[in-house]
């Protein structure tokens, strides 16, 4: 009894997990199952039906039986109760208590199959059917603003498409991406709740159909370079031949050797920190240079344009910088070479060279079909090199940018330069050790809350050249980073506006939203680092080969965007075109790409400015100009 009994009871288990199993096969199965029921019951009750002999009409055909028991089983008032013997009675009364059964859950399995299919479609784990679209790997803060400079970038794309693919939830991302950003409409954004990291994921956004792909480490994740390499591991793996570009990020600068040999020249990596730290060191000594910077970089007006134009083949890189009405030449990108930013002017334009240029589009790089503009050589100026002087910059708070500020600092100023430190932690060894490490500035660090007056009241503000306020990035919530800041700066333009002496003043954001609260003038400094990145990134996606013009601008070694004053290239008060602005930069080796000029009491900031646009300019405006020193 006991051998039976447990016999009875595995075959009991058996059973129940035959038919936990068929359930866990989803919907279609269940319908299969419960379709397969159905047949058998007709078929056994039609069965006895015609064995019994028991049917209200002799000349009802085997079909005719089938029929009714179907009625009987959806829809019993259909065929006459009274009908038959009593055996035909309760067969049909049986094949009728099945019917009920069955509809009832054929509905319930309709409606939780319907139920899980709006419960995947939620949690965004359906396949991505598009092709040539920007694909996204990850979630952060700057993701607004890729999206928000892809949308403008494909503004004349029809029906661009940009899938990003991260842990986040699909409906959340939706929400937070519709309260920031506004799309043009012929722009779609399809989130995926995924991981970048995971084979299975990555195919439901079709990475090898993308026509590029930025990864974006999260805010949160306690290794972003360890994140990124991950990613580009499963995107070679996943497409080993491809060949759209890949753009990512770089917090240390040792790690970009790495992530280079796993996407060879596939991926363009750019290093965070030190652009970032870049940009402040070039804007802090430069007022207005931001704007620069900013124009370049977004898409709302003038880009970087690679051209080829056959009829400029055998010109000298200085006769074609006339040609150009409505577009500023950058450099030459030659084959099988990099780009080169601002080449030597005697440089002669080969076959297959193309033009790096400004312009408003792609389209509008064209040569200039009427006379160039006339060169006023009377009103050219030939001043000498201004010698550098020893500067004094006071830097209001600490991060991990300091160190490369630091060094990037020291390539600039002239030797005898001093920097001064105060941050409310203790960073004199990191201090010091910079100190040891550079050659042109004395390092000194102080610890104090620069959001006390107090404290800036006796950093004495006015006696120093440049003030830069960094972001306090030991606090977890970026908007508590920009609160400290924005106190910190209220406090310094106040002291430096009862002054009788200009301080140049760059503040360091986290966030552009606090960035607008805070300006007061077009030409306010601020480097706002997730809206840089998020610039970069959208860039180099859509135009791989501005990675090294970009990183040619940036870099103290090579030629970078200088202000200078307007009066070394032409005399002011003077009614001069601008193409004579330009003619007086070349006899420098310089480019002349805009200015930054006061008119009616606002300074406003103007690049690739036409050739022959007549300005009357003054001893305090400036020349944008693209220069080795």
């Known amino acids: 009894m006991y051998r039976d009994g447990g016999h009875m009871g595995t075959v009991r288990q058996r059973l129940r997990y035959s038919i936990d199993g068929l359930f866990a096969r989803g919907t279609t199965t269940l319908l299969v199952v419960l379709g397969v029921v159905v047949v058998l019951v007709m078929a056994s009750v039609s069965v006895a039906v015609v064995s019994s002999g028991d049917i209200p009409n002799e000349d009802m055909s085997v079909v005719d039986i089938v029929w ?121 954004v399809i989130c995926r709740s995924g991981s970048p990291l995971d084979m299975t994921d990555l195919d439901i956004v079709a990475p090898t159909e993308a026509r590029s792909i930025i990864v974006i480490a999260p805010d949160d994740h306690e290794n972003p370079d360890a994140f990124v390499v991950k990613t580009l591991l499963a995107l070679i793996h996943k497409d080993p031949h491809g060949t759209s570009p890949i753009v990512a990020t770089m917090q240390d600068v040792k790690n970009i050797e790495v992530a280079s040999i796993i996407g060879r020249e596939r991926v363009r990596l750019i290093p965070n920190e030190l652009v970032i730290s870049q940009i402040i060191t070039q804007t802090c000594r430069q007022p207005g240079l931001s704007m620069v910077y900013t124009e370049l970089l977004d898409f709302g007006g003038d880009e970087l344009y690679f051209t080829r134009i056959d009829s400029l083949v055998g010109k000298t890189f200085a006769d074609i910088l006339l040609d150009f009405e409505d577009s500023t030449v950058f450099g030459i990108k030659r084959p099988n070479r990099g780009p080169m930013v601002n080449p030597p002017m005697d440089m002669i334009i080969e076959d297959g060279d193309e033009i790096i240029a400004l312009s408003a589009d792609d389209d509008t790089v064209v040569v200039r079909t009427t006379p160039r503009p006339e060169i006023d050589e009377a009103v050219m100026v030939s001043s000498p090199a201004v010698k550098r002087s020893p500067e004094r910059i006071l830097v209001l708070g600490w991060n991990s940018r300091g160190t490369f500020i630091m060094h990037e600092l020291d390539q600039y100023v002239a030797f005898g330069s001093t920097i001064d430190v105060i941050d409310r932690l203790d960073h004199s060894l990191a201090v010091q050790e910079l100190d040891d490490a550079t050659k042109n500035i004395e390092i000194r660090a102080k610890i104090a809350d620069t959001t006390h007056r107090s404290v800036l009241d006796a950093a004495q503000l006015t006696s120093y050249d440049s003030v830069i306020v960094l972001a306090d990035m030991t606090l977890s919530d970026p908007q508590e980073a920009d609160a400290r800041t924005l106190m910190t700066l209220i406090h310094v333009r106040d002291i430096v506006a009862s002054g009788d002496r200009h301080v140049n003043i760059v503040t360091e954001m986290l966030d552009d939203r606090n960035r607008q609260l805070a300006s007061v003038s077009a030409t306010d400094d601020f480097i706002v680092s997730n809206k840089i990145t998020s610039l970069l990134l959208t860039q180099v996606a859509e135009n791989p080969d501005l990675s090294a013009v970009f990183a040619d601008l940036f870099d103290a070694a090579g030629s970078e965007l200088y202000l200078k004053p307007a009066y070394v290239y032409v005399k002011t008060g003077t009614e001069v075109n601008f193409a004579t602005v330009v003619a007086s930069a070349l006899r420098r080796g310089e480019i002349a790409i805009g200015h930054r000029r006061v008119t009616n009491g606002s300074t406003m900031v103007d690049v690739n400015v036409p050739k022959s646009s007549r300005f009357v300019y003054s001893e305090s405006d400036m020349i944008v100009v693209l220069a080795v020193d």
């Open 68 to 188: 009714t028991v179907f009625a009987y089983m959806y829809d019993p008032s259909s065929v006459g109760y009274d009908e038959g013997g009593w055996t035909y009675r309760i067969l049909l009364l049986g094949a009728s208590l099945v019917g009920v059964i069955v509809l009832s859950t054929f509905i319930g399995i309709i409606t939780n199959g319907f139920s899980n299919m709006l419960e995947t479609l939620r949690k965004g784990r359906s396949t991505v059917l598009e092709s040539k679209h920007t694909l996204i790997l990850g979630w952060s803060e700057r993701i607004y603003g890729i999206v928000s400079e892809l949308a403008i970038a494909n503004e004349n794309v029809k029906q661009a498409r940009i899938v990003i693919l991260a842990h986040e939830d699909k409906v959340d991302m939706e929400d937070r991406l519709r309260e920031r950003i506004s799309l043009p409409p012929g722009t779609k």
